[in-house]
């Protein structure tokens, strides 16, 4: 309970049974407009896959996935996804993707450890999209020109909210401001990552912090990312590291900045043995996906994740994603929403 925060005066600007239209709305427009604009056709997406493949996302290596005996797999386990990450890199290699084009997938999934708050649900559920890039352009302007891109499906989406719900006002700027994790602790070094977040995104209302998972000034890194997906460790030329990132903006109904996508330009062989390296996880070669990304099989891709009740959430001004998504709260939890007049589905 310590977590649920109920803003002052907090009224829904939409029903139960406007806020579902707006969902549905929300999802079609959205996923058309990133599909035309990064050129992605849509394939389908498993919600689990085997342990020991090394296809699942490790998020920060310690949340423990949902896993479960398949009975006419001599009981081998499966574990419930946390992210498509490394699957979808796999997909471009076996679909034959060519090069600037990629896919999306609706990705669903369970993360059981998740604590749960205004924003966080143990119910995932967001687009996943890989892209297969340049293998000569693994650099900081190709990563700004894709969020770019993503950004204007951000905004196009909005102003279609807008005109569809009048109570409903524009917030985001025209322009997405990008800036290093390392120089933002430069800028505020008495300050943790997310009072930092907090900072910028109301400064510049959307941002895109570059260069997560790797340590800063030698300490801890801004946020955490597992070794095997991003690269967060490759010099970009300007005096930093990291071809990877988050989209926050600035979220009025909560106060706070709100992360509405993580991406980033993948390991290629050299980053991903570095990258073990540093996590003490060289073991991982030996898993599959490794080993088809160390032998040459997969193709050079840039991708993440955007969160698609994460994006409701926002363009539709709820404060608690549990009146966006139907997932499991605590009696406590739902009590108090009730109270206040914040309805969970």
């Not at 650099?139 to 969020?147: E, Q, R, S, Y």
């Not at 330009?265 to 043995?273: F, P």
Request: glycine content about 8%; aromatic content about 10%; some cysteine.
């Amino acid at each position: 309970m310590s977590k649920l925060f109920i803003p002052q005066g907090y009224k829904p600007l939409l029903d139960l049974r406007e806020t579902e239209m707006g969902i549905h709305y929300i999802k079609e427009f959205f996923q058309q407009n990133l599909s035309a604009e990064l050129r992605l056709r849509r394939v389908t997406a498993p919600l689990f896959v085997l342990k020991g493949t090394g296809l699942n996302d490790d998020l920060n290596g310690v949340e423990r996935a949902v896993t479960f005996p398949i009975k006419d797999l001599g009981d081998q386990k499966a574990e419930v996804v946390h992210s498509l990450a490394k699957w979808k890199r796999m997909i471009l290699a076996d679909y034959g993707i060519e090069e600037g084009y990629g896919i999306y997938t609706d990705m669903n999934a369970i993360r059981s450890d998740e604590e749960l708050d205004n924003i966080h649900s143990l119910y995932v559920d967001q687009w996943d999209w890989e892209m297969v890039m340049p293998s000569d352009r693994r650099d900081i302007a190709f990563l700004k020109n894709i969020v770019e891109r993503i950004y204007s499906a951000i905004k196009r989406t909005e102003y279609i909210v807008c005109e569809h719900y009048p109570q409903i006002r524009p917030q985001l700027p025209d322009t997405i401001h990008f800036v290093y994790a390392e120089e933002l602790a430069a800028q505020y070094p008495d300050l943790t990552p997310k009072e930092r977040e907090d900072k910028v995104a109301k400064e510049y209302g959307a941002v895109f912090i570059m260069g997560i998972g790797g340590p800063i000034n030698g300490g801890e890194p801004h946020d955490g990312r597992a070794p095997d997906y991003d690269d967060w460790s490759t010099p970009t030329g300007d005096g930093h590291c990291g071809l990877n990132g988050d989209i926050l903006v600035w979220n009025e109904v909560l106060g706070h900045s709100f992360e509405l996508s993580s991406m980033g330009i993948r390991v290629d062989r050299e980053a991903l043995l570095r990258q073990l390296a540093a996590r003490h996880a060289e073991e991982r070669k030996e898993l599959y996906f490794h080993k088809r990304l160390l032998n040459g099989e997969l193709p050079q891709s840039i991708g993440g994740g955007i969160g698609q009740s994460r994006l409701c959430m926002f363009y539709l001004r709820k404060a608690h994603i549990g009146e966006i998504q139907a997932s499991l709260w605590p009696d406590d939890m739902r009590k108090k929403c009730s109270e206040a007049g914040l309805p969970l589905i």
